[in-house]
């Protein structure tokens, strides 16, 4: 009588490598991937706040409420705009600390649309090596 075989053990290993760790992965990380990135008033306000200096704060004001898709193209945007780079990299943490997320309505739904396809293409790929079904 065996409690547990080999054959119980590859296919917990698969099910944790193709099922789980993925579904986690695009649980964690999809949600942020699909935000947008700006820079507020309130936000510009806190800058203010911590003695951040004037020639920092100004160049941002044009900035504000424009959202961007990546976190890095706005950071490469605040950088093109303030004129000293050490200025820039003495006061970057701060900046990176006031930019907002904006929330992607309905992201839960584009995560069960991804999640069925990944696995519908993982059922679909397997067929040829498990055609029985037998895992």
């Known amino acids: 009588m065996d409690i547990i075989n080999w054959g119980d053990i590859r296919r917990g290993t698969i099910a944790i490598v ?4 993925p579904t986690v992965l695009l649980g964690t990380y999809m949600a942020p991937a699909l935000q947008s990135h700006q820079i507020t008033g309130p936000g510009l306000w806190q800058l203010k706040r911590t003695k951040v200096p004037d020639a920092v704060i100004e160049p941002l004001h044009e900035l504000r409420v424009k959202p ?14 303030i004129a000293d780079p050490v200025l820039y990299n003495k006061y970057k943490k701060k900046i990176e600390a006031q930019i907002s997320a904006i929330p992607m309505p309905a992201v839960e739904y584009i995560f069960l649309v991804t999640l069925a ?5 993982l059922w679909f790929s397997t067929r040829k090596y498990f055609p029985d079904g037998q895992v």
Not at 18 to 21: A, D, M
């Open 117 to 121: 396809a990944y696995y519908w293409i």
């Open 68 to 81: 961007y898709f990546f976190k890095f193209r706005l950071m490469g945007e605040v950088e093109s705009r």
């Open 18 to 21: 193709l099922v789980i760790i």
